[in-house]
């Protein structure tokens, strides 16, 4: 029996701040239960473990730990250990996609816009996980 990839999971200190992030930068949606609770009302699981789902079969969850040493990539003092690749169908929705995640709080690490071959950004998100958005 071969094990089945069921979900990537990202260590962050603000478990319901980047399940929001990547929920609307992916178009995702959460686990039944895990949405954020109405305004005022507590928030255990955003404060433990969070699951957002696609239509792909793999989830994207999100675990709370108390720190978090943010990674230094391109720079090696701390490994990005993980990233996250994204691909879009062409140049227009590459830079479209960019610009979303900057709105969203993502930070841009590297621009390989102008490659030939491979055209793509690498951004962090708002924890510092490092994500690759493509031409793919």
Known sequence: MTPR???????????????????????????????????????????????????????LAFQQVEDLPRSTWPGTDVPQQLHLDTSVPDAAALTAARDRALELGATQLFDRFDDPDEPLYVLADPAGHPFCIFVG
């Open 5 to 59: 990839l069921r979900s990537v999971v990202l260590d962050t200190t603000d478990a319901r701040a980047l399940a929001e992030f990547y929920r609307q930068l992916l178009d995702l949606e959460y686990r039944p239960g895990d949405a954020p609770p109405s305004d005022g009302q507590p928030d255990p699981r955003g404060a433990d473990w969070l699951v957002l789902r696609n239509d792909d079969g793999v989830d």
